[in-house]
């Protein structure tokens, strides 16, 4: 195996709730109330729909559900979920933490230093945000899945799919003991409002039981295909034990051309700083130095 490269569950597609939109020649994010499934191909007209989109949506406009199955066992390794910042110009990671230590590139490579937590953290002011992916298998209740372990992912920013996720993905552990890979859930679309979006509607991505099913009826089907997989030879353990040696074999799960799609949503452009002929603070120009200073200093 190639040190250094994290080696991540197989992907078949992406789940998004918001797309890129052009506005006066600009790639804009653009949040959305509903789903969206992809391939992993991207066209000048943007991502290609995965067949499972349309499937899904059965005639309805909307897609605000869609059934999932877990690939592990283990909450963390279904979500990862980091403080990443990111130079904006080369889309690489130049710090990952999770609120006590990081891995920060630096001139010497990679160093584990103390992480803060971006409201503690001078260096976090340039842009860092939580960062999470969720993968997941897409399992239509008119078919049965060819693909056990091919994923879809979705990636995210936002604080409010990050903590409901983890705190689903936790409590469901829990209670079906230990047979959260077997349990047939859904991914869903909700909505509020707060002070801060001062009454207008922040959509985020929920985990939860599918539509039709009561917690008795989840536990026992997850309680049945526990016991299948387990006649039939299919090692949930050692699933498991597989991808946390892949997740720990390098520093960061995406690749550069992953990233660069990422960024438009992580660093979105101040449209109206630009349209008065100002550009984004470029990250690379000024970070070697406070990076430096900031080692020195945590080393001392």
């Known amino acids: 195996m190639l040190k250094g490269l994290m080696i991540t569950p197989p992907m078949i597609g992406r789940i998004t709730i918001g797309q890129v939109v052009e506005k006066n020649g600009k790639r804009l994010p653009q949040k959305d109330d509903q789903f969206t499934i992809t391939s992993q191909i991207q066209t000048t007209q943007g991502w290609i729909k995965h067949p499972f989109d349309e499937q899904l949506r059965d005639g309805q406009k909307k897609l605000r559900s869609i059934p999932v199955q877990l690939m592990f066992n283990d909450p963390d390794l279904n979500l990862r979920a980091e403080y990443c910042l990111f130079d904006r110009q080369t ?24 992480c803060p937590s971006p409201d503690h953290c001078e260096l976090a002011q340039s842009g860092c ?46 209670l079906s003991g230990n047979r959260l890979a077997c349990l047939p859930l859904a991914l869903k679309v909700r909505g509020k409002s707060t002070r801060q979006s001062f009454g207008k509607p922040i959509y985020y991505v929920d985990l939860t039981l599918r539509t039709g099913l009561d917690l008795q009826q989840t536990l026992e089907q997850a309680k049945q295909l526990d016991a299948h997989r387990k006649e039939m030879g299919f090692d949930q353990d050692a699933l498991d034990k597989a991808a946390k040696v892949g997740f720990a074999n390098g520093h960061f799960e995406d690749d550069e051309d992953t990233v660069e799609t990422v960024l438009e949503e992580f660093y979105p452009p101040n449209t109206a700083q630009q349209d008065q002929g100002n550009q984004q603070p470029n990250v690379a120009a000024n970070l070697n130095e406070r990076l430096a200073q900031q080692t020195q200093s945590l080393n001392a």
């Open 129 to 174: 945000k939580p960062y999470g992916r969720l993968n997941v298998v897409v399992t239509p209740e008119s078919e049965q899945s060819d693909d056990p372990i091919g994923s879809f992912v979705f990636r995210t920013s936002g604080f409010n799919s990050i903590r409901t996720l983890a705190s689903r993905l936790s409590y469901f552990q829990a």
């Open 91 to 114: 889309a690489r990671p130049i710090c990952i933490g999770n609120g006590e230590s990081c891995s920060r590139n630096t001139q010497n490579g990679y160093e584990t230093l103390p």
